[in-house]
């Protein structure tokens, strides 16, 4: 009766054959998912791909209605969800039973109180791996934009997840592991129903990656479980307990603490690197920046005591996330049929959601296309709550927003407060579109120290 209901009330999708274009969209699918949402003013479409057939919803209402009105019928399965949990395990990045245990178990470690109490933890690891760049500002040496913030957002999140429990080298390998995987299931991503024993590019590097990720993080579980009175997120899951009052066993540890470093330290350094290329294109916002570090931090080393006088720094950092969203698509499976805009969504469906073009509507935002973070002063406020997803939203919204916010502030300031970045002129950079929003080539920066 209800899918008859169902049918009565709704109506088909625009279908767009995306595969007739296949050298465009190959080259560049975000321009080309651009154009095509453009063109429909945000309304629902079904993309004909050839191989897969996922409808685009792009507008706040349809987002909300999907990700959290009706988010018990879309699920994380299929398309990307199925590559990544072989990296991150069923817990915390899947869903049903297990992802809500892991959710309720990891929720307090991520609450404000708790991100309050690392606050002063971050901003020493955060200003230890910046002064780590030193050598570069001596020596005029440039460097890998993505892969300094990377390590970076590693050493950062590595000692507040794993305390001292890891060495540097293995930190290290843990976080070049998980940007190599992530960078190697692109082939994967497109081609989610292709059966494993089917070698495709990226299978060989990705499965390398997942074992040095188990290499190092079973025996951390394993030595957390003999230091009870240790205080970081390995230890406090090893204390936890599930639904039925049983310990955690160590694959369920691994799992959500993998989900939660690989969100963490890929999100904030995507975004990092993304900061640096809108401040090279918009010398204003760069110089406004500037000042209100030197005038708030000055020659100090940035701490908990200067983050809520660090406004425009916050409003930044939000731009660049509107603009550049890590997560730039947000695959979800329709358990059951369903009406969503008045356009009919079969059982079974595949149903994307992109931050990465609900950020950029003319319908939502002024200017699209413009860097401007004053968007985010308080003055702006009253826009549609899903207008803005780039930690998603619903249930499944990020459990480390707060703590994400707090660390890319504080990079920020430490750069800013000793070196004057550059880019390097290579060339014009754009968005590449793998699981995460990357750039289309690799960034080179120098840093000079600032003069006090």
Same mark, same amino acid.
């Given at each position: 009766?209800?899918?008859?209901?169902?049918?009565?009330?709704?109506?088909?999708?625009?279908?767009?054959?995306?595969?007739?274009?296949?050298?465009?969209?190959?080259?560049?699918?975000?321009?080309?998912?651009?154009?095509?949402?453009?063109?429909?003013?945000?309304?629902?479409?079904?993309?004909?791909?050839?191989?897969?057939?996922?409808?685009?919803?792009?507008?706040?209402?349809? *987002?909300?209605?999907?990700?959290?009105?009706?988010?018990?019928?879309?699920?994380?399965?299929?398309? +990307?969800?199925?590559?990544?949990?072989?990296?991150?395990?069923?817990?915390?990045?899947?869903?049903?039973?297990?992802?809500?245990?892991?959710?309720?178990?990891?929720?307090?470690?991520?609450?404000?109180?708790?991100?309050?109490?690392?606050?002063?933890?971050?901003?020493?690891?955060?200003?230890?791996?910046?002064?780590?760049?030193?050598?570069?500002?001596?020596?005029?040496?440039?460097?890998?934009?993505?892969?300094?913030?990377?390590?970076?957002?590693?050493?950062?999140?590595?000692?507040?997840?794993?305390?001292?429990?890891?060495?540097?080298?293995?930190?290290?390998?843990?976080?070049?592991?998980?940007?190599?995987?992530?960078?190697?299931?692109?082939?994967?991503?497109?081609?989610?129903? =292709?059966?494993?024993?089917?070698?495709?590019?990226?299978?060989?590097?990705?499965?390398?990656?997942?074992?040095?990720?188990?290499?190092?993080?079973?025996?951390?579980?394993?030595?957390?479980?003999?230091?009870?009175?240790?205080?970081?997120?390995?230890?406090?899951?090893?204390?936890?307990?599930?639904?039925?009052?049983?310990?955690?066993?160590?694959?369920?540890?691994?799992?959500?603490?993998?989900? +939660?470093?690989? =969100?963490?330290?890929?999100?904030?350094?995507?975004?990092?690197?993304?900061?640096?290329?809108?401040?090279?294109?918009?010398?204003?916002?760069?110089?406004?920046?500037?000042?209100?570090?030197?005038?708030?931090?000055?020659?100090?080393?940035?701490?908990? =005591?200067?983050?809520?006088?660090?406004?425009?720094?916050?409003? *930044?950092?939000?731009?660049?996330?509107?603009?550049?969203?890590?997560?730039?698509?947000?695959?979800?499976? =329709?358990?059951?049929?369903?009406?969503?805009?008045?356009?009919?969504?079969?059982?079974?469906?595949?149903?994307? +959601?992109?931050?990465?073009?609900?950020?950029?509507?003319?319908?939502?935002?002024?200017?699209?296309?413009?860097?401007?973070?004053?968007?985010?002063?308080?003055?702006?406020?009253?826009?549609?709550?899903?207008?803005?997803?780039?930690?998603?939203?619903?249930?499944?919204?990020?459990?480390? #927003?707060?703590?994400?916010?707090?660390?890319?502030?504080? *990079?920020?300031?430490? +750069?800013?407060?000793?070196?004057?970045?550059?880019?390097?002129?290579?060339?014009?950079?754009?968005?590449?579109?793998?699981?995460?929003?990357?750039? #289309?080539?690799?960034?080179?920066?120098?840093?000079?120290?600032?003069?006090?």
């Amino acid at each position: 009766m209800r899918s008859d209901t169902l049918r009565q009330q709704s109506r088909d999708p625009a279908s767009v054959a995306v595969y007739r274009a296949p050298v465009r969209f190959a080259r560049d699918p975000l321009a080309e998912l651009e154009a095509v949402s453009g063109r429909t003013g945000g309304q629902i479409v079904r993309l004909n791909l050839g191989f897969l057939r996922p409808y685009l919803v792009t507008r706040p209402d349809d *987002v909300q209605h999907v990700l959290s009105a009706n988010a018990e019928r879309y699920v994380r399965e299929g398309m +990307m969800w199925q590559p990544v949990r072989r990296l991150t395990g069923n817990g915390i990045s899947g869903d049903g039973p297990p992802w809500r245990a892991s959710r309720e178990v990891l929720r307090p470690m991520f609450a404000a109180r708790h991100v309050a109490a690392l606050t002063d933890l971050l901003a020493a690891t955060v200003n230890e791996a910046v002064d780590a760049l030193d050598g570069h500002a001596a020596t005029g040496r440039p460097f890998d934009v993505a892969e300094a913030m990377t390590r970076v957002a590693d050493l950062a999140l590595g000692r507040a997840f794993f305390g001292g429990g890891i060495a540097a080298a293995d930190g290290d390998r843990l976080g070049q592991a998980v940007a190599t995987a992530f960078t190697s299931l692109t082939a994967r991503m497109l081609l989610p129903f =292709a059966p494993r024993w089917l070698p495709l590019p990226g299978d060989r590097a990705f499965r390398r990656a997942v074992r040095t990720v188990d290499d190092v993080m079973y025996p951390l579980v394993a030595q957390r479980r003999r230091q009870p009175d240790a205080d970081d997120v390995v230890a406090l899951l090893c204390q936890a307990r599930d639904g039925d009052g049983r310990p955690l066993d160590d694959r369920r540890i691994r799992d959500d603490v993998v989900g +939660m470093y690989v =969100a963490g330290t890929e999100t904030t350094a995507m975004a990092l690197t993304w900061l640096w290329v809108a401040l090279d294109a918009n010398p204003d916002v760069a110089r406004r920046l500037r000042a209100e570090v030197e005038e708030v931090v000055g020659d100090e080393r940035p701490a908990a =005591a200067h983050l809520p006088r660090l406004r425009y720094t916050r409003m *930044v950092v939000q731009e660049v996330l509107r603009l550049y969203p890590s997560g730039w698509f947000l695959p979800r499976t =329709a358990l059951a049929d369903d009406v969503v805009g008045g356009v009919r969504i079969p059982a079974g469906s595949t149903v994307v +959601m992109s931050p990465y073009l609900t950020h950029r509507m003319p319908s939502l935002w002024d200017r699209p296309d413009t860097f401007d973070p004053e968007r985010f002063g308080a003055e702006r406020a009253g826009r549609h709550r899903f207008a803005y997803l780039p930690f998603a939203g619903g249930p499944h919204q990020c459990l480390g #927003s707060q703590l994400f916010m707090v660390e890319a502030q504080l *990079v920020v300031a430490a +750069m800013l407060s000793r070196f004057r970045p550059r880019l390097r002129d290579d060339g014009p950079v754009h968005p590449r579109a793998a699981v995460t929003l990357r750039p #289309s080539r690799r960034l080179a920066m120098t840093i000079t120290r600032r003069e006090p």
